[in-house]
């Protein structure tokens, strides 16, 4: 009985010569479908049209050509069982042996730019994983690829034979797994589009779609193997598209814990329209400012604290020049982030070949166009837990300032309300419990981490301390309310004239009448930015 293979591609690459390789080397007949079999006949070789082996033809414009009996039934019939083979002889259905499938475009169809929805729809492939699942299921007896990249591995297993224990019988398995994985990812894919599409008049159970759908699936693929975790011992990789918002342009391979620094300062400076440059250590700031001019944002980041950028990160939102980069070129950094770097930036930075640089493609840290719902993986964050994964929507909102209450009897200052809102954005990036002292449009002193606001006041005001600032006049920022007064009195104590938080405490009124007995204004946001 001849050896079956059916071929029924859209990625072409490679796939004459190993159909060749499959006829001349080891005696398969081929089967096909439309473009594939119209290649693989124009370059010399013998192939049967699936309609002609059904006896059935394609119709509905290619939407129905492979979904028949014939072929599944010869995909899924399974050798070791009499009944099986008897059932396929009677029903006049060949055995298929091998089976090579690449899906239709979908992810790069709906990722061009004004893509309609009705071509969306008609690049969602049905039968290729629908041969591809029948396949894998019997892959005990069926060969499947999904991957042109895995032709020559599949040649040199065929000379191996297919008994238990061949290299053909392990392949399959491992091929199996792939292309489970390969359709679980082409219809996270289809699934996540459809969300993002669906309207508010959409029905009920569609729009549920919308927020966090009942089953959650989602898809990224390896970008790129990691040297480790965050640390040696720990295996590490990187999934999705981070690729595509920063290219690297020098230095060594990033680790996983510059990922998680990138991540952080482009959230960070993507709250600011003003020339701004922030330095960050392990995730938090620990100096920014926005001035005229990234310089001048420089000298009053970098003295909010002088030895905690030691190998941190430094990021600004406008292009970073030559004088900016001998200044950044004197302190050991392990990345430096911006939209854009000049040629003689460039080549002040070229002579620390393991600086890092990147470029934030789009602008580093601008928050990404919103989707019509759906689940997006730049627009929530996901974390591990025991058994699971929590999903949430990432904190975007800073509120607006005309809804922000004064509850203290002195109203803030002009000055102190340009301070207070720019130390609201930077304390929404610091780790809770956060406390950040502001002068103007830079920081004075940052206290992260701690169990107690009170001991995250008294590291702000000791940082401060230590770098030279003087905190009298200054305003305080808190991204979670002050359960108690202390906290407050600790950053009037240290000259603290304003304060900014959320307010909603048990004993709001205590914390409101020690700020009025210090003379200072205090302002509610309403809302809270905790960050564990």
């Known amino acids: 009985m001849p050896k079956l293979a059916l071929l029924s591609v859209s990625d072409k690459r490679g796939l004459v010569e190993f159909a060749s390789a499959l006829i001349r080397r080891h005696g398969y007949t081929l089967l096909s479908t439309g473009g594939t079999a119209k290649l693989l006949s124009d370059s010399g070789l013998a192939v049967t049209e699936v309609s002609r082996h059904t006896g059935f ?102 000379e191996d034979g297919e008994g238990k224990g061949s290299t053909l019988h392990t392949l399959r398995r491992r091929l199996a797994l792939k292309v489970f994985q390969r359709t679980a990812a082409y219809d996270a894919a289809i699934s996540s589009y459809l969300a993002k599409e669906q309207t508010p ?14 089953a959650l699936s989602l898809s990224w693929k390896k970008a790129q193997s990691l040297r480790y975790g965050e640390n040696p011992h720990q295996k590490a990789a990187l999934y999705g598209s981070f690729n595509e918002h920063f290219r ?13 620094d ?38 009053k980041a970098y003295a909010t604290d002088r030895q905690a950028p030691f190998g941190g990160v ?88 005309s809804s922000f209450r004064v509850v203290t009897r002195r109203q803030p200052s002009a000055e102190e309300w340009a301070a207070m809102l720019f130390g609201w954005k930077v304390c929404k990036h610091v780790k809770s419990n956060a406390i950040v002292y502001c002068r103007g449009e830079q920081t004075l002193g940052v206290g992260a981490g701690q169990m107690a606001r009170v001991d995250s006041s008294r590291i702000a005001v000791w940082k401060a301390g230590e770098a030279g600032l003087d ?16 906290g407050l009195l600790a950053a ?8 900014i938080q959320p307010g909603g405490a ?11 007995e210090r003379g200072m204004a205090m302002v509610f946001t309403g809302i809270r930015h905790f960050r564990h």
């Open 262 to 299: 990138i991540t952080a300062a482009s959230r960070l400076i993507g709250e600011f329209e003003r020339p701004t440059l922030a330095i960050l250590k392990h995730t938090n700031p620990c100096g920014a400012a926005s001035a005229e001019t990234l310089e001048e944002a420089w000298e």
């Open 201 to 214: 008049a959409a029905a009920p159970d569609l729009a549920a779609l919308a927020g966090f759908p009942q």
């Open 314 to 401: 430094i990021i600004v939102n406008r292009t970073l020049g030559a004088a900016l980069a001998a200044t950044i070129a004197e302190i050991f950094t392990e990345v430096i982030i911006a939209p854009g770097f000049s040629a003689e930036a460039l080549g002040i930075f070229a002579k620390k070949k393991n600086l890092r640089l990147m470029v934030g493609t789009g602008g580093p840290g601008g928050p990404p166009s919103t989707p019509e719902g759906g689940i997006d993986e730049e627009l929530v964050e996901l974390r591990s837990v025991v058994g699971g994964v929590l999903v949430q929507d990432r904190d975007r909102i800073l509120g607006d300032p």
């Open 506 to 516: 048990l004993r709001d009124g205590e914390v409101i009448q020690a700020a009025d």
């Open 492 to 499: 009037a104590d240290a000259g603290a004239s304003a304060a």
């Open 471 to 486: 905190l009298k006049g200054s305003v305080v920022a808190s991204e979670a309310l002050f359960p108690f007064a202390d």
């Open 248 to 260: 690297q342009v020098q230095g060594k391979e990033l680790s996983y814990n510059n990922i998680l």
């Open 57 to 158: 033809p394609e119709i509905m414009d290619g939407r129905v050509k492979t979904l028949h009996p014939k072929i599944h039934g010869g995909l899924l019939c399974r050798r070791d069982l009499p009944d099986h083979l008897a059932q396929a002889e009677k029903n006049g259905i060949a055995l298929i042996d091998l089976v090579v499938v690449n899906l239709y475009p979908f992810e790069q169809t709906v990722a061009r730019p004004g893509v309609s929805f009705e071509e969306a729809i008609e690049n969602i492939d049905i039968g290729g994983p629908s041969m591809l699942r029948s396949a894998a299921k019997n892959h005990e007896s069926v060969t499947v690829v999904c991957d042109p990249g895995d032709y020559a591995g599949v040649l040199a297993a065929l």
